[in-house]
T-cell receptor, first 115, second 114 residues
Framework: DAGVIQSPRHEVTEMGQEVTLRCKPI?????LFWYRQTMMRGLELLIY????????DSGMPEDRFSAKMPNASFSTLKIQPSEPRDSAVYFC?????????????FGNGTRLTVT | AQSVSQHNHHVILSEAASLELGCNYS??????LFWYVQYPGQHLQLLLK??????LVKGIKGFEAEFIKSKFSFNLRKPSVQWSDTAEYFC????????????FGQGTELSVKP
């Protein structure tokens, strides 16, 4: 099993540009999560999906952020337009769980720098 | 709203010292509890988990954690740390019937001096 795969590993972009982060969850996992990690705020849950359907997007900072999961093996997190305060490490995670009892399997993250 | 609080932001220990990292959560219902570890430059990995039963849980690499329901706590311990334990440690809570959603604490950075 290859684990959760994220791309790119690093992204440097200028303010105002569109950024797209990609994630391939572990096959058979029904849940997919997007987290953002910063020094100031720690790990924040942005959004999560169950069977490709967004369940809770209350953590999405604002309308500049959007996430999609067109099928069970792929998800994207898009920021348009990007701002310097979006600089963070974005983690994707997947889980087979249904009751909060299953651990999350994290990808290696995408380090985003917006200048 | 549910929250997780980790008491220490940064802990510095010498090798062979004992470790205890505090974690408290705010939620009155059924929870599942986790500790994750993030080594420098790597992703989060599961250290141990508690679902039910014996409140003393043993994980990988000699770590253990004790769930004290009355105190809403799930502290992480290790009797003797090693330099290789240098990492950031995250406590997380899974709320029953909220799917796989986990709420993480702010993290505690552990530095072990050789």
């Amino acid at each position: 099993d290859a684990g959760v795969i994220q791309s790119p590993r690093h992204e440097v972009t200028e303010m105002g540009q569109e950024v797209t982060l990609r994630c391939k969850p572990i096959s058979g996992h029904d849940y997919l999560f997007w987290y953002r990690q910063t020094m100031m705020r720690g790990l924040e849950l942005l959004i999560y999906f169950n069977n490709n359907v967004p369940i809770d997007d209350s953590g999405m900072p604002e309308d500049r952020f959007s996430a999609k999961m067109p099928n069970a093996s792929f998800s994207t997190l898009k920021i348009q337009p990007s701002e310097p305060r979006d600089s963070a490490v974005y983690f994707c995670a997947s889980s087979p769980g249904t009751s909060g009892s299953s651990p999350l399997h994290f990808g290696n993250g995408t380090r985003l720098t917006v200048t | 709203a549910q929250s997780v609080s980790q008491h220490n932001h940064h802990v510095i220990l010498s090798e062979a010292a004992s470790l205890e990292l505090g974690c408290n959560y705010s939620y009155g219902g059924t929870v599942n509890l986790f500790w994750y570890v993030q080594y420098p430059g790597q992703h989060l990995q599961l250290l141990l988990k508690y679902f039910s039963g014996d409140p003393l849980v043993k994980g990988i690499k000699g770590f253990e954690a004790e769930f004290i329901k009355s105190k809403f706590s799930f502290n992480l311990r290790k009797p003797s740390v090693q330099w290789s334990d240098t990492a950031e440690y995250f406590c997380a809570v899974g709320i029953y019937n909220q799917g796989g959603k986990l709420i993480f604490g702010q993290g505690t950075e552990l530095s072990v001096k050789p």
